[in-house]
T-cell receptor
Framework: GAVVSQHPSWVICKSGTSVKIECRSL??????MFWYRQFPKQSLMLMAT?????????EQGVEKDKFLINHASLTLSTLTVTSAHPEDSSFYIC??????????FGQGTRLTVV | AQSVTQLDSQVPVFEEAPVELRCNYS??????LFWYVQYPNQGLQLLLK??????LVKGINGFEAEFNKSQTSFHLRKPSVHISDTAEYFC????????????FGDGTTLTVKP
């Protein structure tokens, strides 16, 4: 089956620094990937749609200058949280579209900003 | 725009009892429907999906769901639950025109008691 891998699984960073999260499709090519954010005991909220070779499409209310998304290849999308603050602490999950009907999810990245 | 409503935020049930987790959706176009399970600090695992065809969908771990177009529902059922089924369950919908871009319900916490 389709495998999506995120790295790192968890990261702790200091307030004001930037952190990069990678999302890779291991056994398929994904022209479209999605980034979600999940606060504790809450649902997943779509942050942005990442398209290979073009700019990401951000959902309303998501700061595109803070959450930089790059989809430079058909197997890799990255999310960079710039100038992170404690309120950015969350669980970030990516998914990659497979075919024309669904997407597979990565295992998630737990970000803690201290 | 699409939306998903999970009607029960918490469902406690005794081991070996049947369970139903309810999900209703709204959308103006044809949809794909999914149920995911999430264990603490982990990503999402796909339980089952409805893309087309038979309205009764069987998934992993003995779960099944029925797509009811007239009632816009996609309830998840299991005839006999185990302690290991204790987890968070999410219903999700994506529109056929933008597969993979999912809207999630708020989740249902299933707690199986011995």
């Amino acid at each position: 089956g389709a495998v999506v891998s995120q790295h790192p699984s968890w990261v702790i960073c200091k307030s004001g620094t930037s952190v990069k999260i990678e999302c890779r499709s291991l056994d398929f090519q994904a022209t479209t990937m999605f980034w979600y954010r999940q606060f504790p005991k809450q649902s997943l909220m779509l942050m942005a749609t990442s398209n290979e070779g073009s700019k990401a499409t951000y959902e309303q209310g998501v700061e595109k200058d803070k959450f930089l998304i790059n989809h430079a290849s058909l197997t890799l999308s990255t999310l960079t949280v710039t100038s992170a603050h404690p309120e950015d602490s969350s669980f970030y999950i990516c998914s990659a579209r497979v075919g024309s009907s669904e997407a597979f999810f990565g295992q998630g990245t737990r970000l803690t900003v201290v | 725009a699409q939306s998903v409503t999970q009607l029960d935020s918490q469902v406690p049930v005794f081991e070996e009892a049947p369970v139903e987790l309810r999900c209703n959706y709204s959308s103006s176009v044809s949809v794909y429907l999914f149920w995911y399970v999430q264990y603490p600090n982990q990503g999402l695992q796909l339980l089952l999906k409805y893309l087309s065809g038979s309205t009764l969908v069987k998934g992993i771990n003995g779960f099944e769901a029925e797509f009811n177009k007239s009632q816009t529902s996609f309830h998840l059922r299991k005839p006999s639950v185990h302690i290991s089924d204790t987890a968070e369950y999410f219903c999700a919908v994506s529109e056929g025109t933008n597969a993979g871009k999912s809207t999630f319900g708020d989740g249902t916490t299933l707690t199986v008691k011995p």
